[in-house]
């Protein structure tokens, strides 16, 4: 069963793209690196560092020092009735830790065809406005308001 505790990593470039994945499992359903922690005791960093490695392919450790940053920002939300067979019974809400991820212009992106079909670059407010979940495109706008100030 899931654990109701995950984490969204928002890959972002310097010239202020943000990477875009779309899910296997439902068409057109854009996302930032998603995904829950495998057991209670998982650190969400490590965490983080995982579904980035898994969904991508980008391996965090070979990336400067500080590229990984905690955004120090969480939400609840209720997880979707189709999905909440995934979890023990009564499990509705799930809180998300937002962490953002600075990669190399040129990083290659290596796709899980498992969970994910097809992946893009896009100026972040335009990656905002694609996400399906309106809290992916609060995590990119917090991202680079952050950044501006």
């Known amino acids: 069963m899931k654990i109701p505790v995950?984490?969204?990593?928002?890959i972002y470039k310097s010239n202020g793209e943000v990477l875009l994945i779309e899910r296997a499992d439902r068409e057109n359903f854009w996302?930032?690196?998603?995904?829950?922690?495998?057991?209670?005791?998982?650190?969400?960093?490590?965490?983080?560092?995982?579904?980035?490695?898994?969904?991508t392919g980008i391996d965090v450790h070979k990336l400067s020092p500080g590229a990984l940053q905690d955004m120090h920002h969480h939400i609840e939300y209720e997880i979707y009735p189709q999905w909440r067979f995934k979890y023990?019974?009564?499990v509705i809400k799930n809180t998300e830790h937002w962490f953002s991820l600075k990669v190399p212009d040129d990083?290659?992106?290596?796709l899980s065809p498992r969970e994910h079909i097809a992946y893009q670059w896009l100026p972040f407010a335009t990656a905002a406005a694609k996400c399906f979940s309106p809290s992916n495109g609060q995590a990119i706008l917090r991202l680079f308001s952050s950044k501006a100030s």
């Open 107 to 110: 990083v290659a992106i290596r």
């Open 88 to 90: 023990e019974d009564g």
């Open 31 to 55: 996302q930032s690196v998603t995904g829950s922690i495998d057991f209670a005791s998982e650190d969400l960093r490590q965490a983080a560092i995982r579904e980035v490695q898994e969904e």
């Open 6 to 10: 995950s984490v969204l990593v928002v």
